[in-house]
């Protein structure tokens, strides 16, 4: 006589099936745990760098500081809401500030990013020998810190000490040839990081389409502009969006040409005008103000070059 095991229900799943859900379900929790562990000092730093100073400062925008009475009791904190805001809108020095920064850009963005292509260009050829040695030529300025390079400059165009002086036919720390000064450094600072990253963007340019084109008849120049440069486009667009907002935020420069020059106030530019504002007067309020405003403005001007960009690439 046989005996005939009772089937299994369907509706239960088996042992080793559920051993197996659970053992998924343990693994998905872990590697969910690590990545929160891996994410979270990346986290805190941009909280507590990032995020929080920005929530500060829009605090302080909406707050000035008064006396009251004959002022024995020191300065209030008075709820200004956007009374700041429009302050700096409405301060003509704040104005020229941005209009100096403007003209800034339109001097030094074409003219850093047209010869760091250049130059790029120039490594990606046959044409210049020891690449390694001329590229960490180029590079070393960035490598310089920027009020260091700002005071060798400074030093180079001053009458008397520097060479640069009796050569040019202006006088660049004059009112009239200083912006071009600060664009010279900014520019002698700047163009070998930009080389480097179009550099290494031409190194991803296909060599078959390259090869195809030599074979074609084109030559290195008809390479050059043809093929390499439109391929590495995307990359020129968003070294142009960093270029605008460093060019609006531009700082370190004239604040260490002003000791030698009279010909830049201490409000010559929007980052000036803030450092003045929180440092020098102790506006705090004005000076988080001008700070948002000028985010505000590097925002514009980054969205506008993307939308450009993107249009440009279609």
């Known amino acids: 006589m046989s005996v005939i095991a009772p089937a299994r229900p369907t509706g239960s799943p088996a042992p080793d099936a559920r051993a197996g859900s659970r053992r998924a379900g343990a693994l998905g929790r872990r590697t969910g745990l690590a990545g929160l562990v891996l994410a979270a000092p990346f986290a805190l730093l941009l909280l507590g760098t990032v995020l929080v100073p920005i929530g500060f400062a829009l605090y302080l925008s909406l707050f000035t500081d008064r006396l009251s009475g004959l002022g024995f009791d020191g300065p209030q904190q008075v709820f200004v809401a956007l009374g700041n805001y429009l302050d700096v809108a409405l301060d003509p020095v704040f104005h020229d500030g941005l209009g100096v920064v403007a003209l800034y850009a339109l001097v030094h963005v074409p003219i850093m990013l047209g010869l760091a292509l250049v130059l790029a260009l120039l490594l990606d050829s046959a044409l210049v020998a020891l690449r390694q040695v001329w590229s960490l030529a180029v590079f070393l300025p960035y490598a310089v810190p920027g009020v260091i390079g700002g005071l060798i400059w400074a030093y180079l165009y001053s009458p008397g000490i520097g060479p640069l002086n009796d050569l040019l036919w202006f006088d660049p720390l004059g009112s009239s040839g200083v912006l071009a000064s600060v664009v010279n450094i900014a520019t002698w600072q700047w163009v070998g990081y930009n080389m480097i990253i179009f550099y290494t963007a031409l190194q991803a340019v296909p060599r078959d389409v390259l090869e195809a084109a030599r074979v074609d008849g084109a030559g290195a120049l008809r390479r050059a502009v043809s093929i390499k440069t439109p391929l590495i486009r995307p990359t020129i667009f968003v070294a142009l969006v960093f270029t605008v907002i460093g060019s ?23 980052s000036l005008y803030v450092y003045e504002s929180a440092f020098v007067a102790g506006d705090y309020g004005r000076a988080a103000a001008a700070s948002v405003l000028l985010a505000l403005a590097s925002a514009l001007l980054s969205a506008l070059v993307m939308r450009l960009s993107n249009r440009r690439t279609r």
């Open 248 to 270: 609006l935020q531009l700082f370190t420069e004239p604040l260490v040409l002003q000791t030698f020059t009279g010909a830049i106030s201490s409000t010559w530019t929007p």
